[in-house]
């Protein structure tokens, strides 16, 4: 499985689900919140996003300053 977004092959696509803005990709979400994440950042997923597999990027919205998680269907190698 590979994760185009993680390997440079596409931009994430995501709009803000409060003003639908164009969102920045602010990489993996297990990058924020694993053991050896580099930010101590209590992140609060909701189960559906945390199930829905693939690979799941954690996004920001420019104008809100929200950010949330988007799920990036992977492909088969």
Same mark, same amino acid.
């Given at each position: 499985?590979? *994760?185009p =977004?993680? !390997?440079g092959l596409l931009p994430l696509a995501a709009s803000c689900p409060q *003003?639908? $803005?164009s969102a920045e990709d602010e990489g993996r979400r297990e990058d924020w919140s694993g053991p050896y994440a580099?930010?101590?950042i209590t992140a609060v997923w909701s189960e559906t996003e945390t199930e $829905?597999?693939?690979c799941t990027h954690l996004a920001l919205c420019?104008? *809100?300053r929200i950010d949330f =998680? =988007? !799920?990036v269907e992977t492909w088969h190698a």
């Open positions: 499985m590979l *994760c =977004v993680c !390997n *003003c639908g $803005a580099p930010y101590e $829905a597999g693939g420019p104008n *809100c =998680v =988007v !799920n």
